[in-house]
């Protein structure tokens, strides 16, 4: 197995609020750099790893980016939950900005529209990806995992999500929104696991209109083919240029681009300069998947810990080596509501979900699921020595057994225990705890240097970029955006 990991990350002021500063140019360039970037917001950093051939490898590199960061954002602090600080005003969310070169006015014009689309605290929102691959597997594999990882990718919510509560900014202006106040300064779920991936996370009715199946690429293809083709209504009232000819967005379609589909587990090839994914896809097929579900822990110095990374291979490993029936319209409807239920309702005493014509308790399918990985625990630390992974599984077993033991109940807990007066408060001390952490040990002069070439040569990089543009950004649009952009 080889995975690597794609964490983001606000940047916060000392008092907590969103920065405002600049992406820090001793970063590098976040067009360029191979490991330092910004996601959607110019003060939200995305931390890369390379793909490791173990969860100690990828998690040693991903610590020690967190360590240069930490020497180049002075005071600042990186956000340790997913649900964000106490964020100003819609409008004063910075953007992520790229350069002059097409390539990257595209990416910041993309994020206009998100912000246009579906307004920018919702983007604002941060987690970690986890991108997992199997030497030997083929496409058809990789949609056999998906197709099961739909289905039961709740679990994980219960297990992993850790963001049951969220500071009334974030919902400003939103009537409807469901919550309840915990305290002030703090809306909440009594028995959420995950708001992040619940009805106020990554949410989209346009989007729930796209009847993406995953039962072959060419099914998949062609439903994305078709949202990034298909002009919404909605998209086309807003217009791709204002009347002073500032862009909007990139296009009027369903999706500006394939990143704008939210999916919790997504097919994906390694792209080629200028290269469209779903033309990756299509011509060379899926080389590794991207786990998005998972929620930034408020109590791990990095968002994420040894445990869980070993259990999702263990779960990937189950959803690849079972039975995975077809999709359908119905099921792919039914998986929707069991994730929604389990988001907001996870830790709710005797919840039901929906298994075909069924009703099954979360903890009698739960408990089906994790009994089912545990050969696969075994059989991985028998290949691999140790019994790290049977470990992992025993703790997801635990916390299935006992609702307390999740992230998101030890949340509210220690937010309880702490008799701080918000969420907010909670996350900046484990944000100041987890900088004093990340303190020790020191970087080496070598890893040092290694970064400080690598931020250099990313500038170089976009600058050459800049330089060598010579087609108009609309010509260039146009052409990125067209059909034969998207087929082999």
């Not at 217009?239 to 997504?266: H, P």
Request: charged share 20%; with cysteine; proline share 6%.
């Amino acid at each position: 197995m080889r995975c690597g990991i794609e964490k983001e990350s606000l940047r916060v002021r000392p008092d907590g609020r969103l920065s405002s500063v600049p992406h820090p140019a001793a970063l590098g360039s976040a067009l360029t750099h191979p490991h330092i970037t910004t996601d959607f917001s110019e003060s939200q950093l995305e931390l890369i790893t390379a793909p490791h051939a173990g969860v100690e490898a990828c998690l040693a590199e991903l610590t020690q980016i967190h360590q240069i960061v930490y020497r180049e954002i002075g005071e600042e602090l990186l956000w340790g939950s997913s649900m964000p600080c106490g964020l100003p005003g819609d409008d004063a969310i910075p953007i992520g900005q790229y350069g002059r070169s097409n390539i990257g006015r595209a990416k910041t014009v993309y994020r206009t529209g998100l912000s246009n689309r579906y307004g920018r605290r919702m983007q604002a929102i941060s987690g970690i990806h986890y991108n997992w691959s199997l030497p030997g597997l083929q496409t058809a594999d990789y949609f056999s995992l998906i197709r099961n990882f739909r289905r039961h990718g709740w679990l994980l919510f219960y297990l992993f999500g850790a963001s049951p509560a969220v500071c009334p900014s974030f919902v400003r202006g939103h009537d409807g929104h469901g919550l309840a106040e915990l305290r002030p300064g703090t809306l909440y779920l009594p028995h959420a696991t995950t708001l992040r991936m619940g009805r106020l996370g990554y949410q989209s009715e346009a989007q729930d209109s796209i009847a993406a199946s995953f039962n072959d690429l060419e099914s998949y293809g062609a439903a994305l083919e078709d949202a990034m083709t298909r002009t919404w209504p909605a998209y086309e009232k807003v217009g791709v240029q204002d009347k002073d000819g500032n862009y909007l967005q990139l296009s009027t379609a369903l999706l500006q681009i394939e990143n704008e589909f939210y999916g919790k587990i997504r097919p994906k090839c390694v792209i080629r300069s200028g290269e469209r994914p779903l033309h990756a896809l299509r011509e060379r097929g899926v080389e590794y998947v991207e786990v998005r579900l998972v929620d930034l822990s408020p109590f791990e110095a990095i968002g994420i810990s040894a445990p869980v990374c070993r259990f999702i291979d263990i779960f990937l490993l189950h959803c690849l080596s079972s039975e995975s029936r077809p999709d359908t319209p119905e099921e792919i409807a039914a998986v929707g509501r069991n994730q929604e239920k389990v988001a907001a309702r996870g830790r709710e005493p005797g919840l039901r979900l929906e298994r075909g014509s069924q009703k099954v308790a979360l903890g009698e399918w739960g408990g089906q699921l994790i009994a089912e990985c545990a050969p696969l625990a075994a059989e991985l630390d028998a290949a691999l020595g140790g019994n790290t992974y049977r470990e992992a599984h025993a703790a997801a077993a635990a916390m299935l057994a006992d609702s307390a033991l999740t992230p998101s109940a030890r949340v509210l807990a220690a937010m309880a225990a702490s008799h701080s007066d918000s969420y907010t408060a909670f996350a900046l001390a484990q944000s100041r705890a987890h900088r004093a952490a990340l303190g020790a040990p020191l970087l080496s002069p070598q890893v040092q240097e290694r970064f400080a070439v690598m931020a250099t040569e990313s500038l170089a990089l976009q600058k050459r970029m800049e330089e060598r543009d010579q087609v108009p950004f609309e010509t260039w649009r146009r052409q990125y955006l067209s059909l034969e952009k998207l087929r082999p």
